[in-house]
């Protein structure tokens, strides 16, 4: 994965593990609206970079249940 990618799956993975652990749900809501759409966008952009994503969102919907 070129560095780019893995800069911004960091910060991407970042949002994720500060919303996992804070205790609002209508914030984590409406994050988890924004990156479900970013996700979307760049499902298929190549060198894992999309899968890394899906990973971080599932990661973040299992923490919600």
């Given at each position: 994965?070129?560095?780019?990618?893995?800069?911004?799956?960091?910060?991407?993975?970042?949002?994720?593990?500060?919303?996992?652990?804070?205790?609002?749900?209508?914030?984590?809501?409406?994050?988890?609206?924004?990156?479900?759409?970013?996700y979307?966008?760049?499902?298929?952009?190549?060198?894992?970079?999309?899968?890394?994503?899906?990973?971080?969102?599932?990661?973040?919907?299992?923490?919600?249940?």
């Amino acid at each position: 994965m070129s560095r780019s990618y893995n800069s911004m799956g960091s910060m991407f993975g970042s949002i994720v593990k500060k919303l996992s652990v804070q205790v609002d749900p209508e914030l984590t809501t409406a994050w988890l609206d924004r990156l479900e759409k970013e996700y979307q966008r760049v499902a298929n952009a190549g060198w894992g970079y999309g899968d890394e994503l899906g990973g971080y969102l599932q990661d973040l919907r299992s923490s919600q249940t």
